[in-house]
T-cell receptor
Framework: NAGVTQTPKFQVLKTGQSMTLQCAQDMNHNSMYWYRQDPGMGLRLIYYSASEGTTDKGEVPNGYNVSRLNKREFSLRLESAAPSQTSVYFC?????????????FGQGTRLTVV | QKEVEQDPGPLSVPEGAIVSLNCTYSNSAFQYFMWYRQYSRKGPELLMYTYSSGNKEDGRFTAQVDKSSKYISLFIRDSQPSDSATYLCAMIGAAGNKLTFGGGTRVLVKP
């Protein structure tokens, strides 16, 4: 069982380059999330999608865009990468709100912007 | 001020000791409380999930919630070296989908 799959696992970008992080889940979950994790900062929510067709900003959305392509896929795009976006990015999914809020995480994408 | 505060550690304990972790929060709308465990270079995985104030036990793990004090705790009894990881608390409101995490506490259990 794949669960939540993120690609790529590692990426090095030059300042100003763009890229898209891909995420797919095979659990038929309604909600999907993008977090970034920095030392001492924990997991900070970038964007989330409560259901197919909807997206909302999280705590740190600046410099990012997202697309909920379908129920399975939720992508994160960096239009013009900056060194401050060097981080580990996690995609997660959950069935929904309330008692079904267990979030399942992917393995992460380690992004370095030089 | 962060909505969820958690001591970053590291917390170093000898094997067999009790590990005590906690988080405080400021948003009274949070209704569901979770503890996630994250091993190095892995994604977080759910460890415990609680809703009401009080204690919930699962094997060597006990989660406590005190909504009146906006304080949650996780206790690990008979700690093992395999418990060495970062533990993150997380919480969410009844109606929302924004899972908010604490910063995580790194735990080291020494043999």
């Amino acid at each position: 069982n794949a669960g939540v799959t993120q690609t790529p696992k590692f990426q090095v970008l030059k300042t100003g380059q763009s890229m898209t992080l891909q995420c797919a889940q095979d659990m038929n979950h309604n909600s999907m999330y993008w977090y970034r994790q920095d030392p001492g900062m924990g997991l900070r929510l970038i964007y989330y999608s409560a259901s197919e067709g909807t997206t909302d900003k999280g705590e740190v959305p600046n410099g990012y865009n997202v697309s909920r392509l379908n129920k399975r896929e939720f992508s994160l795009r960096l239009e013009s990468a900056a060194p401050s976006q060097t981080s580990v990015y996690f995609c997660a999914s959950s069935e929904g709100a309330g008692v079904n809020t267990e979030a399942f995480f992917g393995q992460g994408t380690r992004l370095t912007v030089v | 001020q962060k909505e969820v505060e958690q001591d970053p550690g590291p917390l170093s304990v000898p094997e067999g000791a009790i590990v005590s972790l906690n988080c405080t929060y400021s948003n009274s709308a949070f209704q569901y409380f979770m503890w996630y465990r994250q091993y190095s270079r892995k994604g977080p995985e759910l460890l415990m999930y609680t809703y009401s104030s009080g204690n919930k036990e699962d094997g060597r793990f006990t989660a406590q919630v005190d909504k009146s004090s906006k304080y949650i705790s996780l206790f690990i009894r008979d700690s093992q070296p395999s418990d060495s990881a970062t533990y993150l608390c997380a919480m969410i409101g009844a109606a929302g989908n924004k899972l908010t995490f604490g910063g995580g506490t790194r735990v080291l259990v020494k043999p």
